[in-house]
């Protein structure tokens, strides 16, 4: 039996295969849950990549700046899930000019974008996910570790500080719906959203060095995995986490 046997899942974000979305939702499949995935704009993609899971599972669409989209969410998702036992956030945005070591000059409403598309979209997800949603139940969203200042990270980063402020605030008010939230702070990885950040190699030729496990900047399994295990029954005490997956990077000086 698998570790999420009979679980039904929504997974956002998953755009490429390269992604840590794609690589939960696919470990999730072998796990022997269900999947339901959701695509913003491209939606003829989404569905693309999503005929390379073991199952191809439906697609509906999702533009967190959209209030009629979260609001509908529930009804839609629920035309091929009775419900819903876990969600994976993995939604961020960040104009370019809030990135590269523009930090100073960013607008405002770059600024915005960037935190609602990347932090506040967490709690939108999940209360448009709470009529499915299953006592017992999990959210676990994707992170970088956001207690220090990184290169080039700028606006992201605070954006990332916010989501984990977030993450606990949503901890402490679904814990009465028995929903637990927790994220998993991953290293740098060479997905398609961390290609978009101006001076990314600052990460790629530091990170391997500096984690004590090492860190391969292309595999995307050991993170999909730690969202697997919070997604389960195996941490039903657990809310308001960050587990890093990083290598052990986080952990030394």
């Known amino acids: 039996m698998g570790l999420l046997e009979g679980k039904r899942i929504l997974?956002?974000?998953?755009?490429?295969?390269?992604?840590?979305?794609?690589?939960?939702?696919?470990?999730?499949?072998?796990?022997?849950?269900?999947?339901?995935?959701?695509?913003?704009?491209?939606?003829?993609?989404?569905?693309?990549?999503?005929?390379?899971?073991?199952?191809?599972?439906?697609?509906?669409?999702?533009?967190?700046?959209?209030?009629?989209?979260?609001?509908?969410?529930?009804?839609?998702?629920?035309?091929?899930?009775?419900?819903?036992?876990?969600?994976?956030h993995s939604i961020a945005f960040a104009p370019q000019t809030a990135l590269g070591g523009n930090f100073l000059n960013t607008s405002w409403e770059d600024v915005a974008t960037a935190v609602q598309i990347s932090t506040f979209s967490l709690k939108s997800v999940a209360v448009a996910c709470l009529p499915l949603m299953k006592e017992g139940g999990a959210i676990v969203g994707l992170d970088f570790d956001a207690s220090r200042a990184w290169p080039v990270y700028d606006w992201m980063g605070v954006a990332k500080?916010?989501?984990?402020?977030?993450?606990?605030?949503?901890?402490?008010?679904?814990?009465?719906?028995?929903?637990?939230?927790?994220?998993?702070?991953?290293?740098?990885?060479?997905?398609?959203?961390?290609?978009?950040?101006?001076?990314?190699?600052?990460?790629?030729?530091?990170?391997?060095?500096?984690?004590?496990?090492g860190w391969d900047l292309s595999d995307t399994v050991p993170t999909a995995k730690a969202c697997v295990a919070l997604l389960s029954d195996w941490f039903p005490a657990t809310t308001g986490e960050i587990v890093h997956v990083d290598g052990g990077a986080h952990a030394v000086g």
């Open 11 to 88: 997974v956002t974000g998953v755009l490429t295969d390269s992604s840590i979305a794609f690589s939960t939702a696919k470990i999730a499949q072998e796990q022997g849950a269900r999947i339901v995935l959701t695509g913003f704009g491209r939606l003829s993609l989404v569905e693309r990549i999503a005929k390379r899971l073991p199952e191809t599972p439906p697609v509906v669409e999702l533009d967190v700046q959209n209030q009629e989209h979260l609001d509908t969410l529930a009804d839609r998702v629920g035309e091929h899930l009775d419900g819903i036992d876990g969600v994976v």
């Open 161 to 213: 500080a916010g989501l984990e402020s977030v993450s606990r605030y949503l901890a402490r008010d679904l814990a009465q719906h028995g929903i637990r939230v927790n994220l998993v702070a991953a290293g740098p990885l060479r997905t398609m959203a961390a290609k978009s950040i101006p001076g990314f190699a600052e990460f790629e030729n530091s990170w391997p060095e500096r984690a004590p496990l």
